[in-house]
């Protein structure tokens, strides 16, 4: 099985803050990963899609990169609607596994 | 606009059953494959099982394989997930999604819990 791991865990920032959450893949998937963002009591909703393109509606503050084992979720400026739980997904094989999540609080 | 809507979830003991259904709309079902994901309280996304567009290919998590069973009926646009002998840690929302790329679009969830 291909294990997910998040960095970090957990972290506070403040309204306008670059911020950066990193995914890395314990054996290689191309480009096969998507990230979502899931907010409490409500599903989650997938923000960028192969890695690095961004699902139609989703705001432009949102970028993804990475290649392979290591991945990037950058939000550019973060606004007050951004804090939530974010996670990496890999399919490029089964079982589709999850990162274990990245929790995005205000500071 | 592409909808998913789950039903089904409830409470159960363990051992028991469970049939949970997702109806989809606004896009062309029979062409999409499907999944189904959990959340279990305090803990992250967890992938259960996903099925080909022709119901032909079923894949299962470790976890539930042998126990769940995933089908679909392409000519009601709904998407199955049959639960059989119901463990503790099966408590969780229960998200369908359209496959491509990964999950693409998620329905609202649907809870299960297993309790005595």
């Known amino acids: 099985d291909i294990q997910m791991t998040q960095s970090p865990s957990s972290l506070s920032a403040s309204v306008g803050d670059r911020v950066t959450i990193t995914c890395r893949a314990s054996q290689g998937i191309r480009n096969d990963l998507g990230w979502y963002q899931q907010k409490p009591g409500k599903a989650p909703k997938r923000l960028i899609y192969a890695a690095s393109n961004l699902q139609s509606g989703v705001p432009s503050r949102f970028s993804g990169s990475g290649s392979g084992t290591e991945f990037t979720l950058t939000i550019s400026s973060l606004q007050p609607e951004d804090f939530a739980t974010y996670y990496c997904s890999q399919h490029n094989s089964y079982p589709l596994t999850f990162g274990g999540g990245t929790k995005v609080e205000i500071k | 606009e592409v909808q998913l809507l789950e039903s089904g979830g409830g409470l159960v003991q363990p051992g028991g059953s469970l049939r949970l259904s997702c109806a989809a709309s606004?896009?062309?079902?029979?062409?999409?494959?499907m999944g189904w994901v959990r959340k279990a309280p305090g803990k992250g996304l967890e992938w259960v099982s996903n099925?080909?567009?022709?119901?032909?290919?079923?894949y299962y998590a470790d976890s539930v394989k042998g126990r769940f069973t995933i089908s679909r009926d392409n000519s009601k646009n709904t998407l199955y997930l049959q639960m059989n002998s119901l463990r503790d840690e099966d408590t969780a929302v229960y998200y369908c999604?359209?496959?491509?790329?990964?999950?693409?679009?998620w329905g609202q969830g649907t809870t299960v819990t297993v309790s005595s």
């Open positions: 606004g896009f062309t079902f029979s062409n999409n494959a």
């Open positions: 099925i080909i567009s022709s119901g032909g290919s079923t």
């Open positions: 999604a359209n496959y491509g790329y990964g999950m693409a679009v």
